[in-house]
């Protein structure tokens, strides 16, 4: 394997009634965006042209007749464009989530991986999608992670990470209603959202993450008074954890936690449902987060703010989560190229 080898990173355009267009375009037009990736966008050619125009840049593309064929080219300097047919103007209004934007994402994603089964895309980092328009427009699953894993053939343990420049986070359960968060938790699904989430940092280029272990109860169950989750299933976690070799501490009060993280205690930190660490990672910096879905064969990443249809249309989305997401994509489809 050429060790100077730029990976393949598959780029699609998000929900075609969001922000995603735009953002992808200014994405593109970075300064150096291409030093370090064999860049391919995958997408509509009028919705890709939408995008720029909103937000005022144009970009010059190579354009590829397949991902097949984004690997060899002889100049690398210009993104590849792989025009694809899956919407039409007439079929979005801007702002709204609708089945056929949801259909067409679903198409883009599931070709980008149908080349990542093939060898021909090292990683995915795909605009905000819309879970709504996705679900409505065919999607069988509770999120898009759900939809990889399976599409994937993923048989083992996989969660979603949630990123905010060196802070990870990862959480046992997901996109459930809270009152069924606690029957979700188990000493497995904690380990093995440890053992992820550690692993996973390493791959993006961390090589001795430290991670912290969050508690379900407020103030941590203090001692039984306010919940045995924490003595009966999470503390037994850590400690088996502990005993297999990975550097983890806890659990620890999720009022407190990110504290730690903050002042560089941690790398990472589990979390038991989905609001326990979104709500204090979006806070610290919701313009600057990335969403990482774990435990699959591609790395596949996504900025952690959605499809912002307040603002679709209008020019201003913060290009920096994408820049983020973009980035992490790079780091990790370069681990797996040349491992």
Not at 173 to 182: F, G
Request: with cysteine.
């Amino acid at each position: 394997m050429n060790m100077q080898q730029n990976p393949v990173i598959a780029l699609s355009l998000g929900d075609a009634a969001g922000i995603g267009p735009e953002l992808i375009a200014r994405l593109l037009s970075q300064p150096g965006i291409t030093d370090g990736a064999n860049i391919v966008l995958v997408g509509d050619t009028w919705l890709w042209q939408d995008g720029q125009a909103i937000a005022g840049h144009r970009v010059a593309t190579q354009a590829v007749a397949s991902l097949a064929d984004v690997r060899s080219r002889a100049d690398q300097r210009l993104p590849a464009f792989l025009a694809v047919d899956t919407i039409q103007p007439a079929d979005v209004q801007r702002s709204q989530a609708l089945a056929a934007c949801g259909t067409a994402v679903l198409k883009v994603l599931d070709l980008c991986m149908d080349g990542a089964k093939r060898g021909e895309v090292d990683a995915l980092c795909f605009a905000p999608l819309n879970k709504q328009a996705m679900k409505i427009g065919g999607m069988q699953h509770e999120d898009e992670l759900h939809h990889f894993a399976e599409y994937l053939g993923v048989t083992g343990y996989f969660c979603e990470f949630n990123t905010l420049g060196d802070l990870w986070t990862s959480r046992v359960s997901s996109h459930i209603p809270l009152k069924d968060a606690a029957a979700l938790l188990s000493k497995e699904r904690i380990m093995d959202t440890a053992r992820l989430i550690y692993q996973s940092l390493q791959a993006s280029g961390t090589a001795a993450p430290k991670v912290a272990i969050a508690a379900f109860n407020p103030h941590g169950g203090d001692g039984g008074v306010c919940g045995h989750e924490e003595i009966d299933i999470i503390a037994p976690a850590v400690e088996a954890l502990r005993a297999s070799g990975f550097p983890v501490d806890g659990p620890f009060p999720a009022d407190t936690i990110f504290l730690k993280a903050r002042d560089g205690q941690y790398q990472a930190i589990v979390t038991m449902y989905h609001d326990q660490g979104q709500i204090a990672i979006k806070l610290m910096g919701f313009s600057q987060g990335v969403t990482v879905q774990g435990g699959l064969p591609i790395p596949i990443t996504t900025p952690a703010h959605g499809t912002a249809f307040d603002i679709a249309g209008q020019g201003v989305a913060d290009v920096n989560a994408t820049l983020n997401a973009f980035r992490i994509a790079c780091r990790m489809g370069a681990a797996r190229l040349h491992s």
